[in-house]
């Protein structure tokens, strides 16, 4: 009824981002009602920059599968929430074009495919990263990829997620990985489908970075400049 409806789209306003994501996850439940008060709050907040409540409003609206909300995202968010544009904007728009679908695992592999192709010809070719190349990825490009992981997984996934984590625990690689459910006790999580490809994932869980050869590039990506 309209008086929930209100409640909700107050909810939508507040300076909590939980309420926000919980007034947004029963919104999208709301029928075609809560996916237009959703559309509004997406315009509404357009000047700003996007945040984890717009990302799951964005998300909401494009798995909807409904006709109306399709069209709204496309006359208005043609591609996606993050405009992108400039170097290596066409990978960039695939990655945001997954996390919006919630395919996280295609997500994630186009993750790494970006991160090499930003990391040079030999790390292209190779198709994974000597640590020494890390430091070449430009900055920017590292905070648009954790951008667009955070606000498309209610702020659960991306490098400075996993960033934060890590200096919680004193940079301790043994007690990160059971945190973020890449190890269980002596069993490193298998490839690819030990892995949670959903937001039921603890934090930090994606994106993944391969320890087959040892820490330095997760520790090279996780302490570069782009996080200071
Ligand atoms: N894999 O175990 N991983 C692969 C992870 C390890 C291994 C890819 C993450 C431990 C092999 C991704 C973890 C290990 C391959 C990840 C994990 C191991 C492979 C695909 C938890 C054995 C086949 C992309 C830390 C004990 C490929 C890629 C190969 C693949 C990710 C084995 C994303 C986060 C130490 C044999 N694993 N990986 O990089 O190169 O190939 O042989 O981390």
Redesign the pocket.
């Known amino acids: 009824n309209d008086n929930a409806l209100n409640e909700l789209k107050n909810q939508l306003t507040s300076t909590s981002e939980k309420t926000q994501l919980q007034a947004i996850a029963q919104l999208s439940e709301a029928g075609e009602a809560g996916l237009e008060l959703l559309q509004g709050f997406l315009l509404e907040r357009r000047p700003a920059e996007p945040t984890v409540a717009s990302g799951k409003a964005y998300q909401v609206l494009y798995n909807a599968e409904v006709p109306s909300a399709r069209e709204f995202l496309q006359s208005h968010f043609p591609d996606g929430l993050i405009p992108l544009d400039g170097d290596g904007a066409i990978a960039f728009r695939d990655v945001q074009t997954h996390l919006a679908a919630l395919e996280f695992q295609e997500a994630?592999r186009l993750t790494?495919q970006t991160l090499c192709q930003l990391a040079g010809d030999a790390a292209q070719e190779r198709k994974?990263l000597y640590f020494t190349e890390v430091d070449r990825i430009p900055s920017d490009a590292l905070q648009t990829l954790d951008r667009l992981w955070r606000i498309y997984s209610e702020g659960k996934f991306g490098f400075s997620v996993q960033r934060e984590i890590w200096l919680g625990v004193g940079k301790n690689w043994d007690k990160m990985?059971p945190k973020i459910g890449?190890?269980e006790g002596n069993h490193?999580?298998?490839?690819?489908n030990g892995?949670t490809w959903d937001l039921s994932a603890p934090k930090g869980h994606l994106p993944?970075?391969?320890?087959?050869r040892g820490v330095r590039v997760i520790e090279r990506l996780l302490s570069h400049p782009a996080w200071e």
């Open positions: 994630d790494v994974w990985w890449w190890k490193w999580t298998r490839y690819p892995f993944l970075s391969n320890q087959l």
